[in-house]
C-alpha cells in the first residue's frame, strides 16, 4: 500500500506541483507502536509501548543495572540493522530523546536508531565522575570517582551486550546531560574511540575547580588523528561551569585534527533543567546533517529515470561517512514508486518496488507494492504471486494491513480469469 | 521520600551554591510509565507505555473514530484535573508531542495536560478541509469542504466524551498541521471560543487560492473581544502557502484585539515535513510563557520563611490568566521541603510538606516525606502514622516505594520505643 498517512498541502500548477505528488512522504513512517489491535470500544483498549525495560548483571560494577530499551518502527519485521544510540540518566530523558529520533528519522533527518537508557541506580555521583584532587572537591563529593569503571561496565558489558540482543550496525552514540556530560569528557580522555559522537549538555566542567578540563589535551595527544563528533552545549548555568566549557572550546579549537567534528553552542535562554531537548534535537540535526538528500523530491522524479540511482548514490555516500550500511529507506522508495507510478511511468516505478523487494525481503508491504505495479502492467500472473507473498509475510505477525492483501489476491484472481483485456495504465494517466 | 533522580552539578561557595542544594528539582519528574514491575532479567521484561488507544463511535461523522490518550505521569494515583491537547494527525505526531510536554512539564515550563490524539480514517482532506469557490480547486479536491462536520465532532461529541471520561481542567488546545493548520483556521471562523489555544503549523492557506484566508477578518467581527492564543508557524514551502501565511498575519496585526495573544514564526530552515517538532515546542513554551517563576529557587529558600507563599501567589496568578485551577505542584513542594530539611529549618519544611498532604491527599509520597520532618522534629508518634498513611495509601497500586514506606514504619517503631533520647534536627547541621 501507499502509506499510512499523507499529506497533500500543495496543487498542481503552483511552482510546487512535483513536490505535491509525493508529499505523502512526509508522514509515511507513522509508528504504529500499538501493541496489538483495538477491537472494543471505550478507553485503554491497547497500550501505546515505545520501549521495554532489561536488565544487565554487571560484574564489574558488581550490581545488576536496569536499562530501556526502545527499538525503531517495523524493528520486529525487518532485517536492517540499526546504530545504537546510549542515553545516560536513561529514565528521565527516555520519552522524548526516543520521541525526537522517530520524529527525525520519519523525516528522513537521521537513521532510526536503537536507543539503549541507562537509569541511575544507588549512586549516581559515583558512577559518573572521574577522581578529584581539591580538598575541598573531595570533602564536597566523598563518593566521586568511579567513571572508569563505569566506562568499562558500558564498553565492555552492556555494548557486547546489546549487540549480542539486537541487530546493531557497527556506529554508536553517547548523550549525556550534567555529570553526564562530565563522563563524556572522561571518556574521551580515555578511550575515546568507545563512541562514534558524543552529545555533552551542560557537563560539569567546574569539576575539580576546573583541574580537571584542562586535562583534555590528552584527548589528541593520545589520538592524534581521531576520527568522531562532539557537540556540547551549556545553558545560563555561567561561573566555573561555564568557564569550564570555554576552555574545553579552546582545546577543541587549538588539538582536535579536521577529523575530529565538533561544535559547542551556548544557550543562555535555557537553565540546567531544560537545555536537554533541543540539545538533543539539534545535536542530532548537526551530527547527522546532509543526510537527507537536497532537492530529493525533484531528484527522485527526474525525467531520464535516474533519480533512484542518484538517490541511492547519496546513500553510498552516507555509508561511507559513518562507516556502516546504509540502504535506501523502504517508505522512501515505496513512495518514490507510487510517485512514478502516478505519472504512467510504468517500467521506473517498477524499479523501485523491486528495489526494495530485493534490500527489505521480509517486509510484506514492499511485495504488495510491487503488485500494485505488476497489475497496472498487466503482468496479472506476476501480480497475484506478489499480493500473496505479501499476503504470506503478514499472516505470522498478523500484519495491519492483511484484509488489503487478502483482496488484492482475491481481486486479481477474479482479473485473470474475467474476459475483459487488460489495459496497461499508459503515460496518458 | 526525595526524588527518583537527582541532578547536582554545582558546588557549595560558588555564586550558585543556592541553586545547588535543590537543584534535584529538575529531574524530579521522571516519568514512571512502565506497566509493572520487572522481576525477570533480559530482554523485553516490562513495555514502556505513553499512552493508550480508545474509540469513540460518532454519530455526527457516522463512523468509528479511534483515539490515542496519553495521561501524565501519576494520573492513576493524583486527584488533579489536567488542561486537554487535541492533536490532529494523530497517531503520526502523537510520540514526539507527549515527549514534549512529559519534558516542558517535568522541568515546570508548562502544566501536564491529558492529548487527545485524533488519527485519520478514510479520507484526511474531507475531515480537515473547508469548502471551495474556485472551479480547479473543486476539480482537484472533489472531496473537500467536510471542516464544519469535523468541528461539530470535536465540540458536541469528542470533548464531552474526554471531560466524561478522564479529570479535565476547562482549558483546551488545538495543534494542527497543513490541512490541520488549515482547520484550525475555520474553527476560528467558526467557533473560535472551542478551543482556548492554537498551534498552527504550516497551514494550507493556498486553500481556494488564498480565497479562503481573506474571510479571516470575520473571527474578530464576530468576537472582538476574543480571548485565546494562536501560534503559527510556516516552513520553506514558499509561493501560494506563504504568501496566504502572510495574509493571515496581516489580519491579525490589523484585527485582533488585545485579549487575543498571537505570534507568527516563519521558518524557512525547516521544511513542510520537519516543522512541526520546533514548531510544537517553541509554541508551548511560548503559550505558556511565565508558567515557570523567576528565580524559583532562591524564591523558595528567602530566609523570612515566605518562599512558599510565594510561589503559591505565583500559582495562584496563573490560575487568573489561564482560567482553571493551578495548584503549585507536588514534586515542587516536596523539594521545597526537603531543601528547607537539608538546611535544618524544620518549622517552614514541615509546613511545605503539609500543604502538599492538603493538596493532594491521595499522594502517598506526601506523608512519607511529612514523616521524614517531624521524624527530624522528634515528632515521633505522628512521624510513624504519616509513614504508616503512605503504606496505606501505597498498598492497593504496588507503589513502587512500598518497601521503604514499611522500613520507615518500622524504624520509627523502633525508635518510639527505644531508651535513647530524641535529639531535634537544628539549624546546625
Known amino acids: 500500500m501507499k502509506s499510512i498517512s499523507t499529506t497533500i498541502w500543495s496543487r498542481p500548477g503552483s511552482t510546487l506541483s512535483a513536490i505535491a505528488i509525493i508529499a ?4 509515511t513512517s507513522a509508528p504504529t507502536y500499538l501493541a496489538g489491535q483495538s477491537s472494543d470500544n471505550g478507553v485503554n483498549s491497547t497500550p501505546f509501548v515505545i520501549g521495554h525495560s532489561a536488565s544487565i548483571t554487571s560484574d564489574i560494577l558488581g550490581e545488576d543495572r536496569p536499562l530501556l530499551i526502545h ?3 517495523g524493528y520486529e519485521q525487518s532485517n536492517v540493522s540499526y546504530p545504537v544510540l546510549y542515553l545516560l540518566d536513561g529514565d528521565g530523558h527516555f520519552h522524548h530523546t526516543t520521541g525526537v529520533i522517530q520524529f527525525l528519522a520519519a523525516n528522513n533527518r537521521m537513521p532510526d536508531m536503537i536507543v539503549v537508557a541507562i537509569p541511575n541506580t544507588g549512586n549516581r555521583t559515583h558512577d559518573l565522575t572521574p577522581p578529584q584532587t581539591e580538598p575541598d572537591s573531595t570533602r564536597q563529593f566523598p563518593t566521586a570517582g568511579g567513571a572508569s569503571k563505569f566506562l568499562q561496565f558500558l564498553t565492555d558489558e552492556l555494548q557486547p551486550w546489546v549487540e549480542s540482543q539486537y541487530r ?4 554508536n552514540v553517547l548523550i549525556g546531560h550534567s555529570f553526564g556530560g562530565l563522563f563524556i569528557t572522561e571518556v574521551l580522555m580515555e578511550d575515546a574511540k568507545a563512541f562514534n559522537a558524543y552529545i555533552s549538555i551542560s557537563p560539569s566542567l567546574w569539576w575539580d575547580h576546573e583541574q580537571y578540563v584542562e586535562g583534555a589535551t590528552s584527548i589528541f595527544e593520545k589520538n592524534p588523528e581521531l576520527k568522531g563528533a562532539l557537540y556540547m552545549t551549556m545553558a545560563s548555568e555561567g561561573g566555573e561551569m561555564l568557564s569550564g566549557g570555554w576552555k574545553m572550546a ?3 579549537e587549538k588539538h ?5 567534528r565538533w561544535k559547542w553552542t551556548h544557550m543562555p535562554e535555557e537553565d540546567h533543567g531544560s537545555i536537554p531537548h533541543r540539545s538533543t534535537y539539534d545535536g542530532l540535526e548537526w551530527l547527522f546533517d546532509g543526510w537527507s538528500m537536497p532537492s530529493l523530491f ?3 522524479l527526474a525525467e531520464d529515470g535516474e533519480g533512484l540511482s542518484r538517490i541511492n548514490k547519496h546513500h553510498d555516500e552516507l555509508s561511507e561517512r559513518f562507516g556502516f550500511p546504509i540502504q535506501t529507506p523502504e517508505a522512501l522508495v515505496n513512495q518514490v514508486g507510487y ?3 502516478g505519472m504512467g511511468r510504468l517500467e521506473h516505478a517498477l524499479s523501485a518496488f523491486k528495489q526494495n523487494v530485493e534490500n527489505f525481503p521480509n517486509s510484506a508491504n514492499v511485495y504488495d507494492s510491487q503488485g500494485d505495479a505488476l497489475d497496472a502492467a498487466c503482468r496479472l500472473k506476476e501480480a497475484r504471486a506478489s499480493y500473496a507473498r505479501a499476503l504470506e509475510l503478514g499472516e505470522p505477525s498478523n500484519d495491519s494491513q492483511l484484509d488489503l492483501y487478502k483482496s488484492n489476491v482475491a481481486r486479481l ?3 485473470i480469469s474475467s474476459a475483459e483485456v487488460c489495459v496497461v495504465a499508459g503515460s496518458e494517466m
Do not use: M, N, Q, R
Open 24 to 27: 505523502g512522504l512526509w508522514l
Open 71 to 73: 527499538t525503531p518502527t
Open 168 to 171: 546493531t550496525a557497527p556506529y
Open 250 to 252: 579552546g582545546i577543541l
Open 256 to 260: 582536535a585534527p579536521d577529523s575530529f
Open 298 to 300: 525533484e531528484v527522485a
Open 339 to 341: 510517485a512514478l507510478l
Open 413 to 415: 484472481t477474479e482479473k
